[in-house]
């Protein structure tokens, strides 16, 4: 059964620090991996989608990894800025499936 | 930039009473999901929808869930009888899910309280 963790479950940084944000999954057999944020009360807004083929994706200040075969894939959000503050959320479709599997989430805050 | 859109935004119902959520798909998309987040745990999956019929379901999603897509826009979530349990966030998404065009995009979500 696949299971998504997510570590640190709460980071509080400066402003300006770049950052880096950690999912594994425990299952390798995936054919996406999504990256969220979740404001407080509100929806998940898609920030990047990782195909099982592809290494990285990049936008903006965000750059997702992913490294299929130990289970792992980073967010690295860079220059932080207060507006980054939310908790962001991994998800990862398994091959055979459609729905996506989420993780416990990052909360995070950018203080100025 | 088309959104998914979703009302209520919040809906207070009694136990055993029946609700209907809705959600407005992006337009051109043809898959269709209901998720929900219990408050302070992980998004879960619910269900799936292609081609007017389910696609695939959780294991939480039991004989008191149905999904129907009545018209060309509207894509609905019954609870028919709601217990206290499914006090919760409720987010519809939609994805064309073609090669390369995969992503979910998810919507504001309906707050249920169930009381």
């Known amino acids: 059964k696949q299971e998504v963790t997510q570590i640190p479950a709460a980071l509080s940084v400066p402003e300006g620090e770049n950052l880096v944000l950690n999912c594994s999954f425990t299952?390798?057999?995936?054919?996406?991996l999504q990256w969220f944020r979740q404001d407080p009360g509100k929806g998940l807004t898609s920030l990047l989608l990782i195909q099982s083929s592809q290494r990285e994706q990049t936008s903006g200040r965000l750059n997702a990894s992913l490294d299929k075969s130990s289970g792992r894939s980073t967010l690295y959000i860079a220059a932080s800025q207060p507006g980054d503050s939310a908790t962001y959320l991994c998800a990862v479709r398994p091959g055979n499936t459609d729905k996506l599997i989420f993780g416990t989430g990052t909360r995070l805050q950018v203080f100025p | 930039e088309p959104e998914v859109t979703q009302t209520p935004s919040h809906q207070v119902t009694q136990m055993g009473q029946e609700v209907i959520l809705r959600c407005v798909p992006i337009?051109?998309?043809?898959?269709f999901y209901w998720y929900r987040q219990i408050l302070g745990q992980k998004v879960e999956f619910l269900v799936s929808?292609?081609?007017?019929?389910?696609?695939?379901k959780s294991e939480i999603f039991d004989d008191q869930f149905s999904v129907e897509r009545p018209d060309g826009s509207n894509f609905t979530l019954k609870i028919r009888s709601t217990k206290l349990e499914d006090s919760a966030m409720y987010f519809c998404?939609?994805?064309?899910?073609?090669?390369?065009?995969?992503?979910?995009?998810f919507g504001p979500g309906t707050r249920l309280l169930v009381l």
């Open positions: 337009s051109n998309h043809l898959y």
């Open positions: 998404a939609s994805s064309e899910n073609l090669a390369g065009q995969e992503t979910q995009y």
């Open positions: 299952d390798s057999a995936i054919y996406n």
């Open positions: 929808f292609y081609n007017n019929e389910i696609s695939e």
